[in-house]
T-cell receptor
Framework: GQNIDQPTEMTATEGAIVQINCTYQ??????LFWYQQHAGEAPTFLSY??LDGLEEKGRFSSFLSRSKGYSYLLLKELQMKDSASYLC??????????WGAGTKLIIKP | GAVVSQHPSWVICKSGTSVKIECRSL??????MFWYRQFPKQSLMLMAT?????????EQGVEKDKFLINHASLTLSTLTVTSAHPEDSSFYIC?????????????FGPGTRLTVL
């Protein structure tokens, strides 16, 4: 079966760095997405990785290792507004997104 | 670019009535639209995938006669929840993808919160 695993909840301090991990087992791979979702709102796109390595975009970076079925989202200089759920999703061989359950990130002052 | 709208943003209805939710791609042609449902504190659950001009493909466990999907144009898809019941109360989100998106990114609408009394 297809499976995406990510931690349910994480807590971090304002100004610090946090890494949210995601492991996956899917039938085929056409890229991995990270989305941010604030409570009561729709997801917003953060990043896309299809090749191994690190993609940096401002305070957010995303890493992919296809051989390990592993990705992480790195958030630097955390701000209170970063409190949200972070969803990992993998596009399988049918170009269908398989979603993780999301990681709720709580930022404390 | 790549804006998707949904209407209404929220709706409250009585049990047994039908509710229609519209999903529009405002500045691009969406060949494929997706309908998701999200219950509180849970992840997105794909309900169906619709391609313009053809019948929607429903995920296992989703009743196609209850959740009617129409994708009549490249910019509009509708989801109709027929004979809604309280257990249908949820956050419904649509997304659209475009062939112009190099990596099949899905652009999400803002969601519709449905409450069935």
């Amino acid at each position: 079966g297809q499976n995406i695993d990510q931690p349910t909840e994480m807590t971090a301090t304002e100004g610090a760095i946090v890494q949210i991990n995601c492991t996956y087992q899917t039938s085929g791979f056409n890229g991995l997405f990270w989305y941010q979702q604030h409570a009561g709102e729709a997801p917003t796109f953060l990043s896309y990785n299809v090749l191994d390595g690190l993609e940096e975009k401002g305070r957010f970076s995303s890493f992919l290792s296809r051989s390990k079925g592993y990705s992480y989202l790195l958030l630097k200089e955390l701000q209170m507004k970063d409190s949200a759920s972070y969803l990992c999703a993998v596009m399988d061989s049918n170009y269908q997104l398989i979603w993780g359950a999301g990681t709720k990130l709580i930022i404390k002052p | 670019g790549a804006v998707v709208s949904q209407h209404p943003s929220w709706v409250i209805c009585k049990s047994g009535t039908s509710v229609k939710i519209e999903c529009r791609s405002l500045d691009f042609q969406a060949t494929t639209m997706f309908w998701y449902r999200q219950f509180p504190k849970q992840s997105l659950m794909l309900m169906a995938t619709s391609n313009e001009g053809s019948k929607a493909t429903y995920e296992q466990g989703v009743e196609k006669d209850k959740f009617l999907i129409n994708h009549a144009s490249l910019t509009l898809s509708t989801l109709t929840v027929t004979s809604a019941h309280p257990e249908d109360s949820s956050f419904y989100i649509c997304s659209a993808s475009s062939p112009a998106s190099g990596y099949n990114e899905q652009f999400f609408g803002p969601g519709t919160r449905l409450t069935v009394l």
